[in-house]
Protein backbone atom coordinates (compact mmCIF):
# COMPACT_ATOMS: atom_id res chain seq x y z
CA UNK A 1 0.00 0.00 0.00
CA UNK A 2 2.49 2.38 1.17
CA UNK A 3 4.56 1.81 -2.33
CA UNK A 4 1.14 2.12 -4.36
CA UNK A 5 1.16 6.08 -2.35
CA UNK A 6 4.88 7.02 -2.95
CA UNK A 7 4.63 5.91 -6.67
CA UNK A 8 7.10 3.23 -6.14
CA UNK A 9 4.80 0.52 -7.07
CA UNK A 10 6.77 -0.76 -9.86
CA UNK A 11 9.78 -1.41 -7.36
CA UNK A 12 7.83 -3.90 -5.90
CA UNK A 13 8.98 -7.44 -7.49
CA UNK A 14 5.86 -9.80 -6.36
CA UNK A 15 3.22 -8.24 -8.57
CA UNK A 16 1.60 -10.50 -11.09
CA UNK A 17 1.56 -9.27 -14.35
CA UNK A 18 -2.51 -8.85 -13.99
CA UNK A 19 -2.10 -6.27 -10.62
CA UNK A 20 1.33 -4.92 -12.44
CA UNK A 21 -1.74 -3.92 -15.12
CA UNK A 22 -3.90 -2.60 -12.71
CA UNK A 23 -1.55 0.03 -11.55
CA UNK A 24 -0.63 0.92 -14.83
CA UNK A 25 -4.10 2.00 -15.93
CA UNK A 26 -4.90 3.10 -12.41
CA UNK A 27 -2.03 5.43 -12.80
CA UNK A 28 -2.93 6.91 -16.03
CA UNK A 29 -6.72 7.01 -15.49
CA UNK A 30 -5.56 8.78 -12.33
CA UNK A 31 -2.77 11.01 -13.77
CA UNK A 32 -3.75 11.58 -17.53
CA UNK A 33 -7.29 10.54 -17.93
CA UNK A 34 -8.10 12.61 -21.20
CA UNK A 35 -4.75 10.38 -22.56
CA UNK A 36 -6.29 6.96 -22.23
CA UNK A 37 -6.43 5.27 -25.53
CA UNK A 38 -7.52 1.60 -26.34
CA UNK A 39 -3.95 0.34 -26.21
CA UNK A 40 -3.86 1.37 -23.04
CA UNK A 41 -6.54 -1.28 -22.05
CA UNK A 42 -4.83 -3.84 -23.88
CA UNK A 43 -2.66 -5.19 -21.11
CA UNK A 44 -5.50 -6.20 -19.19
CA UNK A 45 -7.44 -7.57 -22.33
CA UNK A 46 -4.66 -9.58 -22.84
CA UNK A 47 -4.78 -10.96 -19.13
CA UNK A 48 -8.37 -12.57 -20.22
CA UNK A 49 -10.93 -8.79 -18.98
CA UNK A 50 -13.45 -8.72 -21.15
CA UNK A 51 -15.55 -5.29 -21.61
CA UNK A 52 -17.50 -5.86 -18.56
CA UNK A 53 -14.32 -6.57 -16.59
CA UNK A 54 -12.43 -3.06 -18.27
CA UNK A 55 -15.36 -1.12 -17.13
CA UNK A 56 -15.72 -2.60 -13.45
CA UNK A 57 -12.28 -1.77 -13.26
CA UNK A 58 -12.22 1.94 -14.62
CA UNK A 59 -15.42 2.46 -11.98
CA UNK A 60 -13.23 1.55 -9.21
CA UNK A 61 -10.29 3.55 -10.32
CA UNK A 62 -13.05 6.34 -10.71
CA UNK A 63 -14.54 5.71 -7.30
CA UNK A 64 -11.06 5.57 -5.15
CA UNK A 65 -10.14 9.39 -7.48
CA UNK A 66 -14.23 10.60 -6.55
CA UNK A 67 -14.30 10.15 -2.75
CA UNK A 68 -10.97 11.54 -1.67
CA UNK A 69 -12.01 14.52 -3.89
CA UNK A 70 -15.02 15.02 -2.28
CA UNK A 71 -13.89 15.08 0.97
CA UNK A 72 -11.32 17.15 0.66
CA UNK A 73 -13.29 19.78 -0.91
CA UNK A 74 -15.63 19.46 2.36
CA UNK A 75 -12.62 19.41 3.98
CA UNK A 76 -13.57 16.24 6.08
CA UNK A 77 -10.77 14.55 7.98
CA UNK A 78 -11.46 10.91 9.17
CA UNK A 79 -11.96 10.43 12.91
CA UNK A 80 -8.49 9.76 15.08
CA UNK A 81 -9.59 6.23 15.23
CA UNK A 82 -9.82 5.70 11.68
CA UNK A 83 -6.60 7.83 11.21
CA UNK A 84 -4.73 5.13 13.43
CA UNK A 85 -6.47 2.50 11.71
CA UNK A 86 -5.15 3.40 8.53
CA UNK A 87 -1.25 4.59 9.64
CA UNK A 88 -0.67 1.56 11.28
CA UNK A 89 -3.22 -1.27 9.48
CA UNK A 90 -4.72 -2.55 12.52
CA UNK A 91 -8.43 -2.60 11.72
CA UNK A 92 -11.00 -0.84 13.93
CA UNK A 93 -13.01 -2.67 16.22
CA UNK A 94 -16.51 -3.02 15.61
CA UNK A 95 -18.80 -0.53 18.20
CA UNK A 96 -19.87 -2.68 21.54
CA UNK A 97 -17.20 -4.81 21.85
Known sequence: ??????????????????????????????????????????????LGLDDQGLLEAAHVIAIFNYFPRMADGFGLVPDP??????????PLKPVGT
Open 1 to 46: MDAIKQHRWRELTHLTPRQRALCTIAEKMTLEPTHMTAADWQPLRD
Open 81 to 90: QVRQAGETGV
